[in-house]
């Protein structure tokens, strides 16, 4: 039976040469697929919109920002509202399509090698899966300014705990997501720390 895999991800026009590449890696390697993409910049939209592939879902940015959003937005640099945006853009997909079971944030600069079905298979029943950075042992001091996992990746299912996480990540991240390491803090990265031990069902990749 096919899944119809939805990923969600966004960029501006600097990255839109990368995101073109997750695109291409996805349509080669994962047969049915959905890519929502929110267009960081009018021109990303301008050219995503006259390029119409038929597997990205546009969403344009004054559709998307909300009041909440739209407050931090000037206290922050570009970066860190690229990164304060990570847990809304999953939450919006969740609203716009409520046949939706789940919902993958992925970064933009990602490419598929292969087809990701075998982690979905991994993660079960599970409400989120999350990736560590797995560093090698020489550089372990990394995780102390950067985190356990990365948010290169994650799988939201859409069901309490999935909504819980969501949710409360969003809150954090509208109230503090900046470009440096404070109070155990680094942009929207560390708070991943903490899911598996406030959170059941949480899934922690093990496929390398």
Not at 137 to 145: G, H, V
């Amino acid at each position: 039976m096919k899944n119809n895999y939805h990923f969600c991800t966004l960029f501006d026009h600097n990255y839109l040469y990368k995101g073109l590449a997750l695109y291409n890696s996805l349509e080669k390697h994962c047969p049915d697929f959905t890519l929502w993409v929110l267009a960081m910049s009018d021109v990303a939209y301008l050219t995503l919109k006259k390029l119409n592939l038929k597997k990205i879902r546009l969403i344009k940015l004054n559709d998307f920002e909300d009041a909440e959003l739209l407050k931090v937005k000037p206290t922050r640099s570009t970066v860190e509202y690229f990164w304060t945006l990570s847990p809304s853009l999953p939450l919006y997909v969740l609203k716009q399509d409520s046949h939706l079971d789940m919902i993958s944030y992925i970064d933009a600069d990602c490419f598929f090698y292969a087809n990701p079905e075998p982690l979905y298979k991994e993660m079960g029943d599970d409400s989120v899966l999350i990736i560590e950075h797995r560093y090698a042992p020489e550089r372990k001091d990394w995780e102390k300014t950067s985190g356990r996992f990365n948010v290169e990746l994650i799988v939201f299912r859409r069901d309490n705990i999935g909504q819980q996480v969501l949710k409360r990540w969003r809150e954090q991240c509208i109230e503090w997501c900046y470009f440096r390491e404070e109070n155990g803090k680094l942009g929207d990265q560390m708070y991943l720390n903490t899911w598996s031990d406030d959170y059941k069902k949480i899934h922690i990749l093990q496929h390398k």
